[in-house]
Structures are given as structure tokens and as C-alpha cells.
């Protein structure tokens, strides 16, 4: 896991296309890929909006079906086309978010997973964390974890995503899969 090449490796910007595939390869590699599922996120089929107008009128509230979010979007993809020129003009101070959504699975209920099994799932859940952490930034987990005492406990809970590897030891199939 260390050592994993991050998703910017195009100069012009990062391909967050490549993200699924990095996370999947990530997830098959570690102990916790009985564990792990993807999610799928879905949003309400209504939305409502909120808009003003102009400054010194009331905000407006008002319901959305599917074929005003299609036309909206729209709206908002014209005028984003407009102000970067098609795309030539590089938009500066800009954020985009992405989200990426997993569930971790345990056979047996909370209490039973705590009692029977015997199995913290904070500590799993900080586990998978980290594992993901380390893919999507490119950096090994141990780089994530300033705290020294922090790193130490972690270590104990899951030394193979906490071990030390030397750089010539990279992940082939996550660098090839970030170069694409």
C-alpha cells in the first residue's frame, strides 16, 4: 500500500475516473476485501431549491421533479461552458467533490461482531479508512499518521497496512492503472 502512485499523474489534472479501479485494486490487496462493498448513491427523485432572486428580495422555495433537475443541470453546464470557453480557460479557485461511498460488512450483527467475535469494528473501520486514504493520496498509510503514539497503536491493529516498504518495492498494477 505504501508507495502507491496518487490519481494526479496527468499533468493537466487528476483523472478521477481512475478512482474505482485504484480503490478496488487497493481494497483485493488488503485483508479487508471480504469486508468492504462498494455503495451505490442514489438521490430522491424530487429536489427542492432555494433561490433569491436578487439581493434584496426574498429566498424562494421551490420543488423540483426529474425534469426540472435535468433542465437546471443543464442550465448549469451551459453556464459553466460559457465561462471557461468550452473549456479553454483554466477556472482558478475552483473545488470539486467527490464522494466515494463503501460499507463494511460484518457476518453477525454489532453486539454479536463485539461479544462472540471478539472484533472492535472501530478498529476495522479506521483500517479501511486508512487503506483509502493511502490510495486516494498516494502516499503510504504510516505518511498519514503524524502521532507518533497514534502510529504505534494502528501498527498493533494492522501492521501488514502499516508496515515499512522501501520505494523500489511499488505496487505495479496501482502504478500501471494510474498512468493509464
Known sequence: FEGTTNL????DGVDFTLLPQLLD???????????????????????????????????????????????????????LDALSRSGSL??????????????????????????????????????STLLFAS????????DLIKDQFELNRLEGQNPLLLKRIERAEEDDELTRLASC
Not at 490510495?135 to 504510516?142: F, M, P, T
Open 90 to 127: 483554466a477556472i482558478e479557485s475552483s473545488e470539486l467533490h467527490v464522494i466515494v461511498a463503501v460499507t463494511h460488512c460484518f457476518e453477525k450483527d454489532i453486539i454479536e461482531t463485539i461479544i462472540q467475535d471478539n472484533i472492535n469494528p472501530i478498529q476495522k473501520l479506521e483500517s
Open 8 to 11: 494526479s499523474a496527468k499533468s
Open 25 to 79: 485494486v487497493a481494497v483485493e490487496k488488503s485483508n479487508e476485501a471480504n469486508a468492504l462493498r462498494s455503495t451505490i448513491i442514489k438521490t430522491k427523485g424530487s429536489w427542492l431549491r432555494n433561490r433569491q432572486e436578487n439581493l434584496l428580495s426574498n429566498l424562494k422555495c421551490k420543488g423540483l421533479g426529474a425534469d426540472d433537475i435535468k433542465l437546471e443541470t443543464n442550465k448549469a453546464k451551459d453556464l
Open 135 to 142: 490510495a486516494i493520496h498516494g502516499v503510504g498509510a504510516r
